[in-house]
């Protein structure tokens, strides 16, 4: 009965990651800015009602998928061993602060050539600690852009306001530049690896959670059962480490040397 349960639980956690992954959409208060622009904002309390993340973003036109995020020390030297390849766009100041997570040719391109785009994401990834605030990533997918943005300390929600103020005005320049773009070329902006990308972390995270569940029955039944459950586990372990290193070969053989390969090994 628990293999059929470990096996059920696995295949329904595989492909609620995998939608999630497809699926990063979110729902969130509405709000206008003083140049009457609407945008979206979430707020994620932690311990003590703090605020733990927020989420900035407006509507933005359909068709597109990428990522940009801060490069890392990391980032720099996966890409210094060609574990990684990362598109540069030839803008020194923007190819060492931002981390393109897109392996699109056209959005490349893009990047390349469209200063008004890349001015405005330079922009956004330089606020910093006189903002109280550090942006993780901003993602645009499902009809939206939108910023995540990590609280430092003394970041309040009267803050909230103020950054949105700053920030909307430059996802709507991005939108607005992105509207100018004929359709067929911006129709062409979906990532090539993202759904391979959202099967592999999909797999992996169903079997950390069905994992977690089996653990939690072995700690607490493990008196109750007859069988051996400690030579049990040591080949559930052996097993489990076996097909963590057969699902990292198949990303670097799925993924190549793609910009999100190390990403996704670490994960």
Same mark, same amino acid.
């Given at each position: ?93 923007? !190819? ?21 785009? &890349? ?15 550090? &942006?993780?990533?901003?993602? *645009? ?14 970041? =309040? ?13 430059? @996802? *709507? ?47 607490? @039944?493990? =008196? ?5 459950? !400690? ?30 390969? *190390? ?5």
């Amino acid at each position: 009965m628990w293999v059929f349960f470990g096996f059920i639980t696995f295949i329904s956690f595989t492909i609620y990651f995998w939608y999630k992954r497809l699926n990063s959409s979110w729902e969130g208060e509405i709000k206008k800015t003083e140049e009457n622009i609407v945008y979206h904002y979430k707020v994620t309390h932690g311990e003590k009602g703090s605020i733990a993340q927020l989420l900035i973003g407006i509507d933005a036109p359909e068709g597109y998928d990428y990522t940009l995020k801060k490069e890392s020390g990391f980032d720099r030297f996966v890409k210094s061993i060609g574990l990684s390849i990362e598109h540069q766009t030839g803008n020194i100041k923007f !190819d060492t602060l931002v981390y393109i997570l897109s392996d699109n040719i056209q959005f490349q391109k893009q990047l390349s050539s469209d200063g008004v785009i &890349v001015d405005s994401f330079l922009k956004i990834f330089s606020f910093g600690r006189t903002s109280k605030c550090r &942006v993780q990533d901003l993602q *645009h997918n499902s009809g939206r852009l939108w910023l995540t943005i990590v609280p430092l300390e003394g970041f =309040n929600t009267k803050r909230t306001f103020v950054l949105a103020s700053k920030i909307v005005p430059l @996802l *709507h320049t991005i939108a607005k530049e992105l509207k100018t773009i004929p359709w067929t070329a911006s129709k062409s902006w979906k990532d090539p690896f993202t759904t391979k990308a959202a099967i592999l972390l999909a797999i992996s995270s169903a079997m950390a959670v069905n994992g977690g569940i089996q653990l939690v029955r072995y700690i607490n @039944l493990s =008196n109750t059962i007859t069988l051996d459950t !400690d030579a049990l586990l040591i080949d559930a372990l052996m097993l489990g480490f076996s097909l963590s290193i057969a699902l990292a070969l198949i990303a670097v053989y799925l993924l190549g040397r793609s910009s999100r390969t *190390h990403l996704i090994l670490i994960e």
